[in-house]
């Protein structure tokens, strides 16, 4: 199955409430840049094919030129992420645990960083059933301490996910939301009960905030459950990510202003951004939020890329009273926390944050969190529009009767 990233898209897989208990995250301030990729593509979602011939590339950064031993474990997961009741003998063939090896330390750079390699599955451990999966990195054998954790999903697609995004909504015509329609087929899958049985996951732009699960079908038909006009499935359609280039310190794109060494380090400073919540749609291709490292003229882009801290601006009269602005994307894994937040400043009438990122490419979205709730708001900064290209995610799983886990039968990316 080729690239199972471009053949099969649009499932989600994740809770069914509220935040995941694992999702991928850097849970160590001296870690930098966890990347997840499917062979070498950097913006495929982190879905493999079960015994097909993709691999995960896990890297990341570790801030100093002193060798650390790092090792890992993979778990199994249920739908909702949580941990499975099955025993590693019963998911892993080969060890339980590995030891990361594969290391390179930065080269010329302000920053000092040494950078770490996995692949999965690898000659020592392999992936036996589908479903979610969880690898935990730690450092000494510390497995109750992990230094980040890494979440991807294993497919055997038994399932056809036929789905489309449409403007008119039960909301509204053609104005600031998406409807998702889609049909599951099981064909020749045997399914004794499907509404009982089948798990569906909706994930926008890879995002957990906004995730949609428990979902209930709108018509069951043989072998075919369809979810049409679900108001669980309308999604504020947003607008596209803004995105700056910082992968020369000599030649930048529009999103940023100027790069400055200010000894030890380089400093990007973006573009002031403005509130343009009541500006029409305009097309500006993205990535929806995913980022690639990059530095140009470059024989290895993972050890030879610098670090900087880019500097984030939004011109705001006044601070917003009913909630928090975030700057949002795949760079912090969509994470809503403090490293994101955008602080007000009354003097010069602007939000402001800056974060130590690696030369690249990057998209970002500014995002309100009203008080009291936790899923994103795009619209009261960058607006939203029914136009807007997102990318949706569809996660099938199956238990069957009697079954002691989730099965992953179908992924779609639409």
Known sequence: MKKLCVLILLVICLPLAGQPVNRTQILHDNIKTLQVKVDDNPVCLPVIAL????????????????????????????ADWSLSALSTTEYIDGFTTGKIDDYSLSVNTTFLYTHYRIALPNNEMKLKISGNYVMNIYEDNQQDDPIAKVCFSVVESRVQIDAAVRGNTDTELSGRFQQLDFDLLFNDYQIRDAQSEIKVVVRQNNRI?????????????????????????????????????????????????NIDFVRPSYHAYLRQDEIIARNPYITNPDVNGKFIVNLQNASDDDTEADYMYVHFYLLANEPFLNG???????????????????????????????????????????????????????????????????????????????????????????
């Open 324 to 414: 928090n602005i975030y700057v949002g994307g795949e760079w912090n894994y969509n994470q809503i926390d403090k490293t994101s937040l955008m602080r007000y400043n009354s003097e010069n009438r602007m939000y402001y944050n800056n974060v130590l990122l690696k030369q690249g490419g990057y998209n970002y979205q500014y995002w309100m969190i009203p008080q009291g709730e936790t899923k994103a708001q795009v619209s009261p900064v960058d607006g939203s529009h029914w136009q807007t290209l997102n990318e949706y995610a569809i996660y099938v799983y199956h238990r069957p009767w009697g079954g002691r886990y989730d099965k992953l039968v179908g992924v779609k990316i639409l």
């Open 209 to 257: 905030d906004n995730q949609v699960t428990d979902l209930k079908p709108s018509y069951f038909s043989a072998g075919k459950l369809t979810y049409k006009n679900n108001r669980n499935l309308i999604f504020e359609g947003g607008n596209e990510y803004h995105r700056f280039d910082i992968s020369s310190i000599y030649s930048f794109d529009e999103g940023v202003n």
């Open 51 to 78: 015994n097909g011939s993709e691999t995960l590339q896990i890297s990341f950064d570790e801030m100093s030129h002193n060798i650390h031993s790092y090792n890992y474990d993979v778990k199994h997961c249920n």
